[in-house]
């Protein structure tokens, strides 16, 4: 049997949340973070079906900002230029007052895909994508109903 829910406790986005290197982005607009799974073929005997098993597993992640400040560029670009791996620890959270919880998400040993220096366009709100990669996550919160 499917569990009816009512229609307030969908989460609405607005409520989400992120923490960079334990520094609260305010002005964050979206957050994402996904595993992409990589399997291989399972040929058996006497069976024309073909199986699968897993042999990889890939963290990917974004984070979507609107322009207010330099933080982000400036720690990743310090590390950068001093010949370091950037290496970061991304905590993402969305908390509707009105859903059936909390889902919260702690990523580890986020790399960063790219660094934009600069991208803007005149007349238009200005928004940073800061796509990257993660070694590890920890669910720190989910919503069981």
Not at 3 to 16: F, L, P, R, S
Not at 30 to 36: C, D, H, R, T, Y
Not at 104 to 109: D, I, P, Q, S, T
């Amino acid at each position: 049997m499917v569990k009816a829910y009512t229609a307030n406790q969908v989460i609405n986005g607005t409520y989400g949340e992120v923490w960079f290197d334990d520094d609260y982005l305010a002005e964050v607009v979206s957050g994402q973070a996904k595993v992409s799974l990589t399997y291989d073929d399972v040929k058996r005997a006497r069976c024309l079906m073909v199986g699968k098993k897993l042999i990889k597993a890939e963290g990917k992640g974004s984070i979507k900002v609107n322009h207010v400040r330099s933080n982000v560029v400036k720690k990743a670009s310090d590390t950068i230029k001093s010949g370091r791996t950037p290496s970061y620890k991304i905590i993402i959270k969305l908390e509707d007052p009105d859903a059936l919880g909390a889902e919260r998400v702690a990523l580890y040993g986020c790399k960063l895909d790219e660094l934009t220096l600069m991208d803007w366009e005149n007349g238009k709100i200005t928004e940073e994508t800061i796509s990257f990669t993660y070694e590890n996550y920890e669910l720190l919160d989910v919503i069981i109903a």
